[in-house]
């Protein structure tokens, strides 16, 4: 790990580098982090179902690490042909949001989405 480079990677291989980290601690049953992890098969079929678009609102008010906002952000980038400015920034600031009550699990998922290009860190104003 420490011959990386992590600042010098693409945000898509930072964020699935992450996921897989998030994934293999919720499949270790007895640190109680399974409680956190909806199979990404299930969350696959949830956003293939919903198919949401860029002009939606995305909302998970119980999304542990951020998996389905995750895939709902890639589904729509990958179905759409071409987004506007204005919807790139939609995506990224706002239309996407997600609620969790665990303190650790928010910010795994608050870390999750950042790393991924939602969102801001606290504080950081639109103009930075």
């Known amino acids: 790990?420490?011959?990386?480079?992590?600042?010098?990677?693409?945000?898509?291989?930072?964020?699935?580098?992450?996921?897989?980290?998030?994934?293999?601690?919720?499949?270790?049953?007895?640190?109680?982090?399974?409680q956190y992890f909806t199979p990404r098969e299930l969350i696959t079929a949830m956003v293939d179902c919903v198919q949401p678009t860029a002009a939606d609102t995305i909302a998970d008010p119980a999304c542990g690490t951020g998996g389905f906002l995750l895939a709902a952000y890639e589904y729509?980038?990958?179905?759409?042909?071409?987004?506007?400015?204005?919807?790139?920034?939609k995506l990224a600031e706002g239309a996407i949001t997600g609620t969790?009550?665990?303190?650790?699990?928010?910010?795994?998922?608050?870390?999750?989405?950042?790393?991924h290009g939602i969102g801001r860190p606290n504080g950081e104003s639109p103009s930075s």
């Open 1 to 34: 790990m420490d011959k990386e480079k992590w600042s010098s990677e693409s945000v898509d291989v930072k964020g699935d580098a992450y996921e897989e980290l998030l994934h293999k601690s919720a499949e270790d049953v007895k640190s109680g982090a399974g």
């Open 76 to 89: 729509i980038a990958e179905n759409s042909t071409r987004l506007s400015r204005e919807e790139r920034e």
């Open 100 to 115: 969790e009550i665990v303190d650790g699990t928010a910010r795994l998922a608050a870390m999750n989405m950042l790393i």
